[in-house]
């Protein structure tokens, strides 16, 4: 069973420009989970998809903003970069509102630069 | 107040010994407990759930403290290749509002 699929695995992108990163859950998955690491910092929420609707936003911008489609996959879309959102954006799915006792599975993420 | 909390570490223990790890959290209400690992630069990964009455894994043992508001995690007869972050996920109001610590690092050495 492929595994949650995150594409580009890397990202450079100047200051100002738009960046878009994408997430293929696990197959039966519904939900998708976003996640931004800045080096050596915690994990930050950013966005939760179930069911092609946003659920929930983490304390971000509105250039921070996503959608899921009708195959569950997501992107992640951030407009006007900063330098500051240079991080390891990671995805993660699971099977839903009702399943989060079980956890979610993480991709590998991608890291984005931004110069 | 963060949601959850955790000693950043490091913990720089030798091979063999028993380290262990909390995580505390606000939300009396949560629901759910996960530990996660995460290696450099890499993804973190379900290392294990937390149940009410403990579980164990192997060297890995996991207990939840309702009245205190804390899960733990002991790792016994560390390895090296036990060295990496390890997180604490809670999960609040109706599994909608999930939480990670910042993580916990463990170096074992030789």
């Known amino acids: 069973e492929a595994g949650v699929t995150q594409s580009p695995t890397h990202l450079i992108k100047t200051r100002g420009q738009q960046a878009t990163l994408r997430c293929s859950p696990i197959?039966?998955?519904?939900?998708v989970y976003w996640y931004q690491q800045a080096l050596g910092l915690g994990l930050q929420f950013l966005l939760w998809?179930?069911?092609?609707?946003?659920?929930n936003r983490g304390n971000f911008p509105p250039r921070f903003s996503g959608r899921q489609f009708p195959n569950y996959s997501s992107e992640l879309n951030v407009n006007a970069l900063e330098l500051e959102d240079s991080a390891l954006y990671l995805c993660?799915?699971?099977?839903?509102?009702?399943?989060?006792?079980?956890?979610?599975?993480f991709g590998s993420g991608t890291r984005l630069t931004v110069v | 107040r963060k949601e959850v909390e955790q000693d950043p570490g490091p913990f720089n223990v030798p091979e063999g010994a028993t380290v262990a790890f909390n995580c505390t959290y606000s939300?009396?209400?949560?629901?759910?407990f996960f530990w996660y690992r995460q290696d450099c630069r890499k993804e973190p990964k379900l290392l294990m759930s937390?149940?009410?009455s403990g579980n164990e894994d192997g060297r890995f043992t996991a207990q939840l403290n309702r009245a205190s508001q804390y899960i733990s995690l002991l790792i016994r007869d560390s390895k090296l290749s036990d060295s990496a972050t390890y997180l604490c996920?809670?999960?609040?109001?109706?599994?909608?509002?999930?939480?990670f610590g910042s993580g916990t690092k463990l170096n074992v050495k030789p």
């Open positions: 998809y179930d069911e092609g609707e946003e659920r």
């Open positions: 937390v149940y009410s």
């Open positions: 996920v809670v999960i609040s109001g109706n599994f909608n509002k999930f939480y």
């Open positions: 993660a799915s699971n099977m839903g509102t009702n399943y989060g006792r079980d956890g979610y599975t």
């Open positions: 939300n009396s209400a949560s629901q759910s």
């Open positions: 197959s039966g998955h519904t939900s």
